[in-house]
């Protein structure tokens, strides 16, 4: 499991486990977090594999962070050639910070699961960050190639 980014997991934990897009302060320190989900049901041999991706924009002690946690039900048994994520720090629509992380071997593993995929940057500046991604996946035995899922990104915080 890609773990790029440990630290304010528990907040951001307690933040993706309520869903949809959220802005809320998480600590004292005056922490704010945003929210959006993605889901998509894959065409897949067998049950469709369903996949939710939620993108999470968070600023905590100076630093504003982007993180990916993406969850799966009906995968597992190879279904994917590659399932590959990427993850983006905004600020005002402009790229700060990009994560890439490869889940191929993660859903392929396992029918039910969870992965994460975070990047970090302690630049300056208030009103305008986002998180944004995509996601790559190439789905096994079709012989169509790679598609591209863009991603709905999160509601901008300060």
Not at 15 to 25: D, H, P, R, S
Request: charge should be negative; hydrophobic fraction near 40%.
């Amino acid at each position: 499991m890609n773990r790029k980014i440990k630290a304010g997991a528990a907040a951001l934990t307690t933040v993706l486990a309520t869903g949809g897009a959220l802005v809320v302060g998480a600590t004292p320190a005056s922490a704010a977090v945003a929210c959006k989900s993605n889901s998509k049901e894959f065409p897949t041999d067998w049950y469709n594999a369903d996949v939710t991706v939620k993108l999470c924009v968070r600023s905590e002690n100076g630093g504003h962070f982007a993180d990916a946690y993406v969850t799966w039900n009906e995968a597992g048994s190879n279904k994917f050639d590659r399932f590959t994520v990427e993850v983006r720090l905004e600020r005002n629509d402009a790229d700060i910070a990009v994560d890439t992380c490869s889940m191929t071997a993660s859903i392929n593993s396992l029918y039910q699961g969870d992965d994460f995929c975070g990047r970090g940057s302690f630049a300056s500046g208030s009103g305008g960050w986002t998180a944004d991604g995509k996601v790559i996946y190439n789905i096994n035995n079709d012989g169509k190639g790679d598609f591209v899922w863009s991603l709905t990104g999160s509601p901008a915080i300060n």
